[in-house]
């Protein structure tokens, strides 16, 4: 095979059983100049206890990245995957999120998808698409589609996050009114 050309078997498909989760980063943009001033956002009323911290500037790929991930739920035997296709992954942003004892994430979603590693505690979930609740603890890692979702914890947790795909000048998170939510 010449360089260049794919393998057969190679895809760009990442097939993960995970979960999908988390993170509010309110008014935080791919573009934003105060995205470094402002490394900590804390939430809103019904985001008690919950702050996102930037480990960086937003940064983008020097090369174009496209990716499509299939989500398939542990929990949901029987489910089709969730695709998510992203014909444009290269806005990145990297956080770290913390949940204090018994703080809320509030219901939110985000424009593109994120890879979550929970570094500390547990938290439990719940995704507006099929109101399960899902518990995600230390050394777990999931995906989130970027459905409208809420994450808690109980005790407090910790996560480190790689959002991808904020389309540039776009806040990472938009909040999501609950009473929009029927879980």
Same mark, same amino acid.
């Given at each position: 095979?010449?360089?260049?050309?794919?393998?057969?078997?190679?895809?760009?498909?990442?097939?993960?059983?995970? *979960?999908?989760?988390?993170? *509010?980063?309110?008014?935080? $943009? =791919?573009?934003?100049?105060?995205?470094?001033? &402002?490394?900590?956002?804390?939430?809103?009323?019904? !985001? @008690?206890? /919950?702050?996102?911290?930037?480990?960086?500037?937003?940064?983008?790929?020097? #090369? @174009? %990245? =496209?990716?499509? /991930?299939?989500?398939?739920?542990?929990?949901?035997?029987?489910?089709?995957?969730?695709?998510?296709?992203? #014909?444009?992954?290269?806005?990145?942003?990297?956080?770290?999120?913390?949940w204090t004892?018994?703080?809320?994430?509030?219901?939110?979603q985000?424009?593109?998808?994120?890879?979550?590693?929970?570094?500390?505690?547990?938290i439990?979930?719940?995704?507006?698409?099929?109101?399960?609740?899902? $518990?995600?603890?230390?050394?777990?890692?999931?995906?989130?589609?970027?459905?409208? !979702?809420?994450?808690?914890?109980?005790?407090?947790?910790?996560?480190? %996050?790689? /959002?991808?795909?904020?389309?540039?000048?776009?806040?990472?998170?938009?909040?999501?009114?609950? &009473?929009? %939510?029927?879980?």
């Open positions: 095979m010449s360089r260049g050309e794919k393998s057969p078997r190679r895809r760009d498909v990442l097939r993960v059983s995970a *979960g999908a989760s988390l993170l *509010g980063l309110t008014g935080l $943009t =791919a573009s934003s100049a105060t995205a470094q001033e &402002e490394t900590t956002t804390e939430t809103e009323d019904d !985001h @008690d206890g /919950f702050e996102v911290e930037i480990l960086g500037e937003p940064a983008a790929f020097s #090369d @174009d %990245v =496209a990716a499509t /991930f299939e989500l398939t739920f542990a929990d949901a035997e029987d489910e089709e995957p969730i695709v998510i296709e992203m #014909d444009d992954a290269s806005n990145v942003i990297v956080a770290e999120a913390t004892e018994g703080a809320r994430s509030g219901w939110h985000h424009p593109g998808m994120s890879i979550v590693h929970m570094v500390e505690g547990e439990e979930f719940t995704i507006a698409d099929d109101c399960v609740t899902r $518990t995600y603890e230390a050394g777990d890692a999931w995906i989130d589609p970027g459905a409208v !979702h809420t994450a808690d914890s109980e005790d407090g947790a910790r996560a480190y %996050v790689i /959002f991808l795909g904020i389309p540039e000048g776009e806040p990472a998170t938009e909040s999501i009114d609950p &009473e929009s %939510v029927d879980c």
